[in-house]
């Protein structure tokens, strides 16, 4: 008998609830074990749920779980940072293996707690905290066992490509998809962490941080969000045939790495323009196999809550003894400086007076580009330059206020120079 | 020390053999092993394959392999198919465990040689099988473990989807995309496996046995190619808006199953229609975790050679264990009845009077449809009907020839009723 403490019983800790109780067939046939979940953590325990938890096993007190010799398993997914990460430390310290969904404690912390982990002899995976149901963690472990993986990317965030789908496929302007977003409840009553690319950023430093061997830590991501796009961008995006996407990325040559998260133009024929809605996929490039891609649901109670179950599992079959997370000090991060591309770069002006000025500033940056003058806005793409370049375009060259300006990096394997592209 | 043996030194065998060699350090660190290939069966010993392989390794005798009380896993990745089920055999009931890349001996054999690796308590896997470098088998075995899974489907053939990504987007014909095919390497000297979608159906026979646990025989897939494909066809589906692709699908209901491996018509701004080329596209449908796809090279030296390798760490491992095959006789093939939807046929007729009479019989069948008529060609749409009534009403209802037609079910969630198409 396994017994779990799961901290936490909102939408992933239902998923999990349900998953343990109504599959407990399929899970003792997996693992020879029968699983319980002996106590969960919640705020309120007198709150209805419509879940027929028995007497006793919800609790108020972390002290049920976490000083409980009898539980085995901790499985947090209560969200938040500081109290889930004390949590996770005494559960580990008490040698107490812990499976959790939370991305900005793994983000954070991910190089510490896996030495406590190992210091304890406990296992600590943490599948559902990068794209919900796709097992992009295991199967990036198991394709490092004999591969290098430099090149990782992907549409990790479901509420930004929910919102961009709509932008391209209804003409919704970004206020309009976003309210959509918020009645569909795909997007938080703050969507920052969401339209910023802050929680596209966690998880990119996650995979960055396995496929590295180095701790990738948030500060290392550049991350730019949405919200600059603008319903005549995407005008002049369908003209050239492109779809914006906001993807985490991350590169490495030699001993450097980039990390980012940036709205970029794909080609409308790619896999990734065919991502819609609230799915992820996430590309990696070993250097074996080649291009491998994993195409899911992102989010939700039933695909998160399997991604967690399946983590148990393997913490009961010791399959997370497999993998060792070693950091490697000699990898650094550069920046944005391994991204290179063609970029589009939209300046919106107050009079359509100001906008010789830009022009100006434009030709004298050194930068070559293709531009073309709408009535308000200037649409420029600029020669194959480096993330860094075009931000230092944009900011101090033509020294463009926030709001007046979005610019996206153009990812086509055909267009190598702007002398292919008509404006 | 973990030793192999590797039977055969073809494109997968080098892949195998290169990897063993050179990533050593990789796999010992994966396995805590050492791993050799100790003995290698080759056709000629003396033929130069330019690698490394030291004296002694190459035989001509499979005794030396499997009569060899020091190996402990036999690599069949020869092919072909008695000698191959002959040798696995052979190697089973001597105690050793095997990987196989074999999915013509897998699908016909799998449910008495799995029998035969538990009898002997050996492992038996097949990972590159099915989709080369797409680690389908071992995912779809995870998500086996808490969902079910009744509907699969994919591109499971490179050389299909190569011919059909010409045909679409380079406006060639079926042969001047076959013979560009057999000039890349990506068809074999007799094509007939690729093209009649027999490959594709022992693929999608593995993967349908697996999440049914039935032994779903490739006498179970119903199986068309895509050799009565026209260019005339390739102009309707695009004024049509949807690509071609040859897909092995299955499905389950109740205690009934459905395989089958078609050409079928998907949107183009689908998953299916982004695959281009040699590429493969696996999806799954598990009852917990909803829809996930895997994309990657479904062939190819490296691909298939880090396939097979990851089987041999799994062995090493014992993760094989944790997956048994069971075989429920209570499943079984009910054709192609469970598949249903709209169906794009065409007509050829020599003379122009003819096309009245197959419109005569056509309105006589039963089924509802639209249908335009073009010089020598009748192009119809028919009703939402099952593969098999499609099939009926060419071969019966209209008494069609073979070559004088083609018909795609189409795969659309927006195009329910033919009342919708504009043909």
Chains 1, 2 share one sequence.
Request: hydrophobic letters at 40%; charged letters at 30%.
């Amino acid at each position: 008998m396994i017994k779990l403490g799961v901290l936490g019983l909102g939408t992933v800790g239902s998923g999990v609830y349900e998953i343990v109780k109504y599959r407990s067939d399929m899970l003792k046939k997996a693992t020879g074990e029968d699983i319980e979940i002996a106590k969960i953590l919640v705020r309120d325990s007198s709150k209805d749920r419509g879940l027929d938890v028995a007497e006793g096993v919800m609790t108020e007190n972390p002290d049920d779980i976490l000083d409980n010799p009898e539980i085995d398993i901790v499985v947090e997914v209560m969200g938040g940072i500081d109290k889930a990460y004390s949590y996770i430390v005494r559960a580990l310290k008490a040698g107490k293996h812990v499976v959790t969904a939370n991305k900005a404690v793994i983000s954070l912390h991910m190089e510490e707690l896996h030495k406590l982990a190992e210091e304890n002899n406990c296992g600590l995976l943490y599948e559902a905290s990068v794209a919900g149901g796709i097992p992009i963690i295991k199967n990036l472990k198991e394709i490092l066992k004999i591969n290098k993986v430099d090149d990782i990317k992907g549409i990790l965030n479901g509420t930004t490509n929910f919102i961009l789908t709509k932008m391209y496929d209804e003409d919704l302007s970004f206020e309009e998809a976003l309210s959509l977003a918020h009645k569909y409840g795909y997007a938080e009553a703050d969507p920052t962490d969401d339209v910023e690319g802050y929680d596209a950023a966690r998880k990119i430093s996650i995979l960055a941080s396995l496929a590295y061997g180095t701790h990738a830590s948030i500060d290392d991501v550049l991350c730019y969000g949405i919200t600059s796009i603008r319903t005549i961008d995407v005008v002049e995006f369908k003209k050239m045939g492109f779809v914006p996407k906001l993807l985490g990325c991350s590169t490495r040559r030699d001993n450097s790495f980039s990390a980012i998260v940036e709205p970029i133009l794909v080609e409308e024929n790619s896999m990734f323009a065919s991502v819609k809605d609230a799915f992820n996929l996430v590309d990696v490039l070993g250097d074996n196999l080649g291009e491998l891609e994993f195409y899911g649901k992102g989010a939700g109670k039933e695909p998160t809550g399997n991604a967690v179950v399946m983590d148990i599992i393997d913490i009961i079959l010791k399959n997370y003894s497999e993998f060792k997370f070693e950091v490697d000090k000699s990898i650094s991060s550069d920046k944005g400086n391994l991204f290179t591309g063609l970029h589009y770069l939209r300046v919106s002006v107050d009079r359509e007076e100001d906008k010789a000025a830009v022009v100006e500033k434009l030709n004298a940056s050194g930068v070559q580009c293709k531009y073309k003058e709408l009535e308000r806005d200037i649409i420029i793409v600029t020669e194959r330059i480096s993330s860094n370049r075009i931000e230092k375009l944009a900011k101090e060259d033509l020294g463009l206020a926030k709001k007046t300006f979005a610019y996206l990096r153009i990812e086509s394997e055909s267009l190598v120079s702007i002398d292919q592209l008509n404006i």
